[in-house]
């Protein structure tokens, strides 16, 4: 792709691309190919194709009019020269993990990560000869102690999925590049509007599409952005080959909306989730917030630094014990009891019990997440809504239990 009109703001290209092309019939958006093969003129064009001498779609698990407008607009968003999509966030993942990594190698990972990611390393790709390595990213002497001429990845998420660490993605990436390994960054929590890896040094990053860039709760997808070689390499590997995770059009086509309104969305997701952790903090039921906006967060100074705003995602715990905890998120009638975040919609979960029960109660403790930590992805509604369904639920608490300081 070009990057000719990078130059635009960043909601100008959410909304039109990099590439202001007119499009068929003058449609306003890009047509849904809702097509799986594509024909040939002659023999001979197919054969060209094949051999990658020719451009040109022929098979939609490789590339599709549809995906490829949806990847251009993306890639321009994170200021990457190219970017791929996916059927579910597990499906950039694996495809990208999959190109990189072969028998003999070693990825370093953060401690903390999504439930589904850990399972992939740990029960996954261990099976195939490739040693996983858990580092604590947010000490960067723990990482030069662990890289090796052998470690080919470095892979985390900042904010982690779900107690909110923050890595030093420039620090990290610079470190990586100078052992010859690639940074990969799972940049779902903050999207491009609040942070872009690849700028700060990283080489890949990876999202789940099904939170904030859909924005609606209703698909579920995957998107990955970096340089063009490793794009193709993605797309020819581990997309075509390994995993065959394919977008559908019409999930492109939803995409491409909610990118239209990506930075209204995320702008009111941090400015209600920011009242939110303020009260909480205030709370006395509450023990402790876990917030980037919040001036008591552990890594305030370099959340300023990295992000451009504190994001939408609040995990927190209570000053009770568990059955407090879900007592208190069964009294909730607004916010919704439910996994997965960034929608329009408010939904909190316990991660012990959901999002990261594929870890052993004795891995969570030694990974950072708290079995009583609760997640609340702050959603769209008025804000002071959100706030009176909470202060409800802690107050019925509050009536059935005697807070303890020392719980
Ligand atoms: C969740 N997370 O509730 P999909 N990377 C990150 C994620 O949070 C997720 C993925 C990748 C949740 C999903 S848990 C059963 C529900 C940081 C997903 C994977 O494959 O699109 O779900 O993305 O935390």
């Known amino acids: 792709m070009t990057n000719q009109h990078t130059k635009t703001g960043f909601s100008t290209r959410a909304i039109h691309g990099n590439n202001h092309v007119r499009q068929p019939e003058g449609a306003l958006n890009p047509p849904l190919y809702m097509s799986s093969t594509f024909t040939f003129e002659k023999t001979e064009d197919g054969a060209a194709m094949f051999a990658g001498e020719r451009p040109g779609h022929f098979y939609s698990r490789v590339s599709n009019p549809t995906l490829l407008a949806l990847e251009e607009r993306f890639a321009s968003l994170e200021g990457a020269e190219a970017a791929l999509s996916f059927a579910s966030g597990m499906g950039a993942i694996t495809s990208v993990l999959w190109t990189f990594l072969s028998a003999g190698d070693e990825i370093i990972a953060d401690k903390t990560l999504y439930g589904c990611t850990f399972a992939f390393l ?119 080959d390994m995993t065959g995770a394919v977008m559908t059009p019409l999930t492109a086509h939803q995409i491409m909306r909610g990118l239209k309104t990506l930075d209204l969305r995320m702008d009111r997701h941090s400015a209600s989730a920011q009242t939110i952790a303020e009260r909480l903090e205030a709370h006395p039921l509450v023990r402790e917030v876990y917030y980037p906006g919040l001036k008591s967060f552990a890594q305030y100074d370099l959340a300023k630094r990295q992000m451009r705003g504190p994001g939408g995602m609040i995990a927190f715990e209570l000053n009770t014990d568990l059955s407090g905890a879900s007592c208190m998120m069964n009294a909730l009638e607004l916010i919704k009891r439910a996994v997965s975040l960034g929608d329009a919609d408010t939904l909190i979960q316990h991660p012990a019990s959901m999002t990261h029960a ?22 769209l509604e008025s804000v002071e809504d959100i706030w009176t369904d909470l202060e409800m639920a802690l107050r019925l608490l509050s009536h059935q239990r005697q807070p303890s300081k020392a719980a």
């Open 122 to 240: 740990h029960h996954g790709l261990s099976r195939f000869g490739i040693k996983i390595i858990d580092v604590d990213l947010t000490d960067i002497n723990a990482l030069e102690a662990a890289i090796s001429q052998k470690t080919r990845l470095v892979y985390f998420e900042s904010p982690a999925n779900p107690n909110m660490r923050l890595v030093d993605i420039a620090a990290v990436s610079a470190i990586a590049r100078k052992h010859g390994a690639k940074t990969i960054v799972d940049n779902t929590y903050c999207t491009p509007y609040l942070q872009q890896p690849l700028k700060l040094g990283a080489d890949i990053v990876v999202h789940s599409a099904t939170k904030y860039l859909g924005g609606h709760g209703d698909l579920i997808a995957g998107m990955a952005a970096g340089n063009n070689d490793d794009m193709l390499r993605v797309r020819t590997e581990g997309l075509k």
């Open 358 to 379: 594929t870890y052993t109660p004795e891995e969570r403790a030694r990974h950072g997440i708290s079995d009583t930590l609760l997640r609340l992805s702050v959603g």
